[in-house]
C-alpha cells in the first residue's frame, strides 16, 4: 500500500527544476519535466554518486561521476556502467501539493 507524502507546492518546483528531499530516511531527487513530476532515489546504482549534480536530459538523468543514465519515470538503468536500476516513486499533485508514495 502507498502512503502519500506531501513535500511541497507545486509552484515551488518550477518546469525544468529539480530539488531534493528526504522521505523515510531516503533521499530522492524530485524533477519537474513539462509540469510532470518525477521522484527517484539520488544514489547511482553503479557507486552511489549524486544524481542531483548530474545532467537532465528529457526524462534521462545522467551520473556525474561515470555517466550512467537512467529514466526519470521508472528508474530504469539506461546505460553502463551502472546495470541495476534506481528506485522511482509514485508522484501526483493534489489541490496544488505535490506528493510522493513511499
Not at 3 to 19: F, N, R, Y
Not at 25 to 41: F, K, P
Not at 63 to 75: E, N
Not at 85 to 94: F, G, K, Q
Amino acid at each position: 500500500m502507498t502512503t502519500w507524502t506531501d513535500v511541497m507546492s507545486a509552484k515551488e518546483l518550477a518546469e525544468g527544476q529539480h530539488t531534493l528531499i528526504v522521505l523515510e530516511g531516503i533521499e530522492l531527487l524530485l524533477v519537474n519535466i513539462d509540469n510532470q513530476y518525477y521522484a527517484v532515489e539520488n544514489a547511482c546504482s553503479h557507486d552511489g554518486g549524486d544524481l542531483s549534480e548530474g545532467e537532465i536530459s528529457g526524462r534521462e538523468i545522467t551520473c556525474p561521476r561515470h555517466g550512467a543514465r537512467f529514466c526519470l519515470k521508472t528508474g530504469e538503468v539506461l546505460c553502463a556502467p551502472a546495470f541495476e536500476d534506481i528506485e522511482a516513486y509514485p508522484v501526483r499533485v493534489v489541490d496544488g501539493r505535490i506528493q510522493v508514495g513511499i
